[in-house]
């Protein structure tokens, strides 16, 4: 990931057995997602931050089947504010990221965007069509249509619904 400029937090050791290992990785003094719009006052930075760096995750052909907000460190620098992808059991190198992959990622990230924390740290309705936008023009490297919007937004929409359902079924909180 550092290779391809995306930030992670810099592995330090790996402990365990085959079938299990844990991975140590140099702290990183950071915000979750809603920590940082809390701070900040406004959704602007957060939203540039996540869709510019998941462009260009997809764009270097990974995904994150794990995407959501506590798998997110943001730290504040002067001139941006800088994306560490943690939790890296779900990354994966697919080589070409196909559209309805990119939208199951959003999906994933979409759910944390619907949870009690996103909601208390000021998150509207507003906000995922917003990230869905700035997220395609960069991976797009133009102005989405309306139509192109409103597709991936309704592919999000049906897969995170199934999985807040999931969630919840099993008692599970969302985030």
């Known amino acids: 990931m550092q ?6 937090p810099a592995p330090l050791a790996v402990f365990g057995r085959p079938d299990e290992t844990v991975l140590v990785t140099r702290y990183v003094e950071g ?6 719009m809390t701070e900040l006052g406004s959704p602007e930075a957060l939203l540039t931050t996540l869709a510019e760096n998941l462009a260009r995750l997809h764009a270097a052909g990974f995904r994150h089947r794990d995407l959501k907000a506590s798998n997110l460190l943001l730290v504040r620098a002067p001139a941006r504010t800088e994306l560490y992808w943690t939790d890296l059991d779900g990354l994966r190198h697919v080589g070409t990221v196909e559209p309805r ?5 959003l999906a994933r990230l ?3 965007f619907e949870s009690a924390e996103a909601r208390a740290a ?3 309705a507003g906000h995922w069509p917003e990230l869905v936008q700035r997220y395609m023009e960069r991976a797009l490297g133009r102005p989405a249509s309306t139509d192109e919007i409103g597709q991936v937004l309704a592919w999000t929409k049906r897969w995170s619904q199934r999985s807040i359902r999931r969630h919840l079924a099993r008692g599970a909180q969302v985030r």
């Open 3 to 8: 290779a391809i400029d995306l930030a992670t």
């Open 31 to 36: 915000l979750g997602p809603w920590e940082l």
């Open 101 to 105: 992959l990119r939208a199951r990622d």
């Open 110 to 112: 979409g759910t944390s």
């Open 122 to 124: 000021g998150v509207r």
